[in-house]
RNA sequence: CGGAGUAUAGCGCAGCCUGGUAGCGCACCUGCUUCGGGAGCAGGGGGUCGAGUGUUCGAAUCACUCUACUCCGACCA
């Protein structure tokens, strides 16, 4: 992408609405562009970022065995009072009238229609176990939408349902997603430790949250240091098997959100140089809540022994546009953001110093080209500004790598790689530059591992 | 929903107290010179001062009403 073509709209100074690093970032990059309170518009670098998420929450759901599909955003009330939660859900959720005056509501969570579909063809134990997901935009008419898309009323939600025989069925169902998120978060760059949380009004009696660490985070949490760095599931984990061993060494040690805080088991089971006492930033959450939907909508199934009966359901959900400024307030500096490069918008730069010089040019013409074809997605700063708002731009939207070309370096058949994390320079040969960039880039995509 | 604030050019702000020609920096446009860390000079464009009502000869400025947004708290992917 050249730059001189593309939408980029990044701002000098800091809009004076922004309170926290993640917020303004977003704004001064060119990412969003709030609408209204708690709603914004997703900018072409925004958007990029968002989708580069998505993908990889897709890909880590597909892996443990989940379908994706899509419901619509408005849904029937009607669905709701089935369930009881036409009126227990208040102000939160926004209510609409059609034409007809029909009531009608825009989606907070899809509990009701997931099971509502489940229902309608699903009658054999032999067709479960099932998990179904989507990704689609939500509504929770927030009484105080704050931090830009960290809680924004309108948001990106992955969720996913599940569907079991009996209540043990359904925890190896929850053991698989639990998985599928320490993958996720991980190949996003992040580290989120699961901690033990309230159901809220989702119900149920077994739920994670996702906590990644962060001064602003909204939650309070406490958790064994240990938590911090344990081992991440591989891409070959077999999602078929029982993946029990796994779930139970990540809840061996404490780790609990502030709601489910027990501080005589925190204090016994947690030595004192290992008690963690942070605020931390939900990125998911994980629920297995049994028969609390598929009873009242009547979502059953036919044992084998001939017997009818409600199935056991969890839910799961990751806040795909919280992600980003949770993955901001993790990974940044005074200049700006930066992008791990399995979420960069662009995963190099190519920055010319003095475009109008023919050697220049032609130098950073080619090198497009070639990274082009090498499979690199890349950013052409092509326009004729100072070379110190380059650097700064470069900075602020943290693109992973710079590739800087100029005539100092041009004069001697070299070019300059700059790592954004970091800082580090290396001055090489501009035929080794690609294949340098490569063998950087690649291994970081963490989409094989 | 309680408390506190803000609203003047695209962005950041001054002007308001003490009513009288709407201003600064950045950004934008034109030209020239520049070009390795947010360049310089010269010229230029852009505003129903959040909305409404009132007071006044005269309102960005004073009064009242409303709206939007932000922050703190209580509540939540």
């Given at each position: 992408m050249r730059f001189s073509r593309y939408f980029l709209p990044v701002l000098k100074e800091t809009p004076k609405e922004a309170e926290i690093i993640s917020h303004q970032l977003m704004l001064r990059a060119g990412l969003i562009k709030q609408q209204a309170a708690g709603s914004y518009s997703w900018l072409p670098f925004g958007y990029k970022v968002l989708m580069k998420v998505q993908r990889i929450v897709e890909e880590e759901q597909n892996r443990a065995g989940a379908v994706e599909m899509l419901m619509p955003t408005l849904q029937s009330a009607d669905l709701w009072r089935e369930s009881g939660r036409y009126d227990a859900y208040g102000k939160e959720m926004l209510r609409i009238q059609d034409r007809h005056e029909r009531d009608m509501l825009f989606g907070p969570t899809n509990e009701e229609m997931i099971t509502d579909v489940f229902r309608s063809y699903v009658r054999s134990y032999k067709d479960l176990p099932l998990n179904l997901y989507h990704v689609q935009w939500k509504f929770r008419d927030e009484v105080r939408p704050r931090f830009g898309t960290m809680r924004s009323r309108e948001f990106l939600m992955k969720d996913a349902y599940s569907f079991d025989l009996d209540k043990d069925r359904a925890v190896a169902a929850y053991n698989r997603m639990f998985v599928a998120y320490l993958r996720t978060y991980w190949r996003m760059g992040l580290t989120a430790i699961p901690m033990r949380a309230e159901t809220g009004p989702i119900g149920g009696d077994l739920s994670h949250e996702f906590i990644v660490l962060a001064e602003t985070g909204e939650s309070g949490v406490f958790c064994h240091a240990d938590m911090l760095d344990k081992p991440i599931p591989p891409a070959?984990?077999?999602?078929?098997?029982?993946l029990t061993p796994i779930v139970q060494d990540w809840t061996s040690l404490y780790a609990a959100t502030e709601d489910m805080f027990d501080k005589a088991e925190y204090e016994a089971t947690v030595p004192e140089n290992k008690r963690i006492s942070a605020r931390g930033i939900e990125v998911g959450q994980t629920f297995y809540f049994g028969t609390k939907y598929s009873e009242p909508m009547k979502a059953t199934v036919t044992r084998p022994d001939g017997q009818e009966v409600a199935v056991h359901m969890g839910s799961y959900g990751v806040g795909v546009s919280r992600v980003i400024p949770a993955i901001i307030e993790a990974s940044h500096d005074d200049a700006g953001i930066i992008w791990p490069v399995s979420v960069a918008p662009f995963e190099a730069i190519l920055i010319s110093l003095k475009v109008g010089d023919a050697a220049t040019d032609a130098a950073a013409e080619k090198l497009y080209a070639e990274l082009d074809a090498a499979g690199i997605d890349v950013l052409y700063d092509d326009r004729d500004q100072g070379a110190g708002g380059k650097f700064a731009t470069a900075d602020l939207i943290g693109v992973p790598y710079q590739l800087i070309v100029g005539p100092r370096g041009l004069k001697d058949g070299q070019v300059e790689i700059k790592h954004r994390k970091g800082g580090e320079r290396e001055t090489l040969a501009i035929d080794a530059a690609v294949a340098r960039l490569k063998g950087l880039i690649e291994p970081q995509r963490r989409d094989q591992a």
């Open positions: 070959d984990t077999d999602f078929r098997g029982d």
